[in-house]
């Protein structure tokens, strides 16, 4: 399995910021945008994988949902995974009806918890979803590719030539109006939008 190159884009936007909007000429005055866009291949990855037990009380589904991470947790370990990298504190039980003739039947309980996982070797990404289904762990949620330092290509997309509206304002404007244009404030607002593809 392939991963395809990750486009990682950090879109900058140049304008008045909201609190300085009383700072703003009345008359004629330039708003200027930028956008620029870097590419990065994904290095982490984060797993949401879901376990889901009924039983006949709730002390029971949970015991039995406990066994079950505690055997991933443990097959985690073996395979390096660090603890900091991992989250199966969520647990919920709630109660599991029946529906006959209208009327809802209480038949037991279910306990639901959920392990969250950031890998950071994309190499093990096949075998460690292979162990929670082997451990028990019945739903992979989801599994999101990412960048470990995501601030670092925010930084090299602002530094591209179409992000200085500072150093370049005036070579957007007539000569008339250069010689007495003046900048007025600049703000910057980021967003990082990651897009991947799985190819067998």
């Not at 309980?109 to 292979?130: F, H, I, P, S």
Request: hydrophobic share 40%; glycine share 4%; aromatic share 6%.
């Amino acid at each position: 399995m392939k991963l395809k190159l990750m486009a990682l884009a950090a879109a900058i936007g140049f304008s008045s910021m909201a609190a300085q909007a009383n700072e703003l000429p009345n008359g004629p005055h330039i708003v200027t945008s930028g956008t620029a866009s870097v590419a990065a291949a994904p290095d982490i990855a984060t797993l949401a994988i879901e376990v889901n037990v009924a039983a006949k009380d709730a002390a029971s589904a949970k015991k039995q949902a406990d066994d079950r991470v505690a055997q991933y947790l443990s097959f985690l370990e073996k395979n390096g995974i660090a603890k900091k990298d991992i989250n199966s504190a969520n647990l919920r039980t709630q109660p599991d009806y029946d529906y006959q003739n209208g009327k809802s039947i209480l038949k037991g309980y279910r306990a639901v918890r959920t392990v969250e996982v950031t890998l950071r070797q994309l190499d093990k990404l096949n075998g460690l979803l292979d162990g929670a289904l082997k451990a028990g762990l019945n739903e992979v949620r989801s599994v999101s590719l990412g960048v470990a330092q995501p601030d670092a290509y925010k930084d090299k997309a602002r530094k591209r030539p179409s992000m200085t509206p500072y150093t370049r304002r005036r070579s957007w404007l007539p000569a008339s109006t250069a010689s007495w244009a003046r900048f007025i404030a600049c703000a910057t607002t980021s967003r990082t939008i990651s897009r991947a593809r799985w190819c067998a």
